[in-house]
């Protein structure tokens, strides 16, 4: 599903719309924008479509599109949500490298973890980052994360194996942390 309009001091989060697309692919063929994630080759426009259409319809997933001064630089949401187990695993790209080194990231994931915990009856996040992403690990510690284990040698970054780094909050934590 898509999550609701959430206004932050730097970002604006807002339902994602098929429009997004056109921008979204083009993050997706930039090799320096996907070098941290698990999606190696761009999608096509229809499949980036579809994706979104996908995410939209599901209600295990709460996505959002994300913007700075009224354009489009990322995408976030809290996905494979266990309504059982209150839990669901979370991530993030900045897909615009011009946005890059602002805070961004760490408000977006500052204020999805607060929707998680105040708006929807999860009980923890979880979320993960390979070893090398130093913005990805600040941004989760800003936002109570904090490393629960790793997968080594997972993924093949600039030619050597590195780790992915498994991060979660808890409620409890967070809510300690913020009042």
Not at 39 to 50: G, I, V
């Amino acid at each position: 599903m898509n999550g609701p309009v959430i206004e932050g001091k730097l970002v604006h989060l807002r339902p994602p719309t098929s429009d997004d697309a056109v921008v979204m692919i083009t993050w997706l063929e930039d090799m320096e924008v996907t070098r941290f994630l698990l999606r190696r080759h761009p999608p096509s426009l229809d499949e980036e479509k579809e994706w979104l259409e996908k995410m939209a319809r599901d209600p295990d997933h709460v996505v959002w599109s994300v913007e700075r001064n009224g354009a489009l630089v990322g995408i976030t949401g809290i996905h494979a949500i266990n309504w059982k187990y209150g839990s669901g695993t979370t991530g993030t790209m900045i897909g615009d490298r011009t946005a890059w080194g602002k805070g961004l990231g760490r408000e977006v994931m500052q204020l999805r973890t607060r929707y998680a915990f105040t708006q929807l009856p999860l009980r923890k996040l979880k979320s993960a980052y390979f070893d090398g992403n130093e913005a990805s690990a600040k941004a989760q510690a800003a936002a109570g994360f904090r490393e629960a284990g790793r997968y080594r040698g997972e993924s093949f970054v600039d030619g050597r194996w590195v780790d992915q780094v498994l991060t979660e909050v808890l409620r409890e934590d967070w809510l300690k942390a913020n009042s």
